[in-house]
DNA sequence: TTGACCTTGACCATTCCTGACTTTTGGATA
DNA sequence: TATCCAAAAGTCAGGAATGGTCAAGGTCAA
């Protein structure tokens, strides 16, 4: 089995210990514990941990630092908003983006004011300083990160 | 917990008792009563009780000598998130953001879900694809362009 | 063979905690 | 009154405890 599987496994089963759906480790404890290096956890959490699978990750450096973990469904698809997070591929274009969010408020699933909130975030108007060709991703990127900000 | 927890904790208590919002304390004497050196305290107040999270700060040296913490509450009548918004600069931490939000949110000028949303979107999670040195003028730039949005 | 996924380690950034040294203030004293 | 002293609070640099980033290279299945 792959490090990187054995390290996904075991967040898995905090989150299932847990209960609540959030977990917390110390990612130097759980490197040593699981005998690998530090930063092939932020790997892990970077590739299984995502906003697609449902996850939601914060962390905090410095003495008292911790990562944490939050699932935010239990099954695919579960909600109207995993639903949109797992069609939204890696670039989105800031029409599109306009108009799923439109579509939400549309069905009565956000409020007027969340929506403007997110067009706001979405529209090229706040990107002035981020290179064109990665617009599109980091467009989708806040998309999904807001949208699984609102589950639960 | 960490020893600035337990200060802070202490601080805010001191706050909510006192029902002015107001509170007034002896550094020497609370550092003693809590088990750490003086100056942890004026870490706390640096870091804990800014202007961004609502907090006032003054004190006195001296005989009779004193720290006063002061809760300040954002206007509602001419738009706060304009007062907001004028005060962020070009760049603006992680940190910072999310103690300007959650202050919002404490004041009941956002609801949860807003401050959710924007959280979500100020949080470097999302900024994986951006370049680090500009991460800072971004998240300054979508700060105000979501705060904007929210004045009607 | 090649491209996607995995692994590692060197270096960076942030937060917390302490103690030595500094500044300010009011009151005691010459 | 002019000085001095003691009692406050302030500053700052350094070290420890965390987590983050990135580039270089390894593995493996199609």
Same mark, same amino acid.
């Given at each position: =089995?792959?490090? $990187?599987?054995?390290?996904a496994a075991y967040i898995l089963q905090m989150l299932e210990l847990a209960g609540d759906? *959030? +977990?917390?480790?110390?990612?130097?404890?759980?490197?040593? +514990?699981?005998?690998? @290096?530090?930063?092939q956890i932020n790997y892990v959490l970077t590739s299984r941990f995502t906003p697609e699978q449902g996850f939601i990750v *914060?962390?905090?450096? %410095?003495?008292g630092g911790y990562i944490r973990i939050r699932r935010v469904k239990l *099954?695919? %698809? #579960?909600?109207?908003? =995993?639903? #949109? #997070?797992? !069609? #939204? %591929?890696?670039?989105?274009?800031? @029409? $599109? +983006?306009? !108009?799923?969010?439109?579509?939400l408020e549309d069905q009565g699933l956000i409020s007027r004011n969340i929506s403007r909130v997110m067009l706001a975030a979405l529209s090229d108007q706040a990107y002035r300083d981020i290179p064109i060709n990665i617009?599109?991703?980091v467009r989708a990127s806040l998309l999904k990160? =807001?949208? $699984? !900000?609102?589950? $639960?």
């Open positions: =089995m792959r490090l $990187t599987d054995e390290i759906g *959030e +977990a917390e480790l110390r990612r130097n404890e759980l490197a040593e +514990a699981l005998g690998c @290096v530090p930063s *914060e962390s905090k450096r %410095g003495g *099954e695919r %698809g #579960v909600s109207p908003f =995993m639903h #949109v #997070v797992n !069609a #939204v %591929g890696d670039e989105i274009s800031p @029409v $599109t +983006a306009q !108009a799923i969010i439109e579509n617009r599109d991703r990160q =807001m949208l $699984t !900000a609102l589950i $639960t």
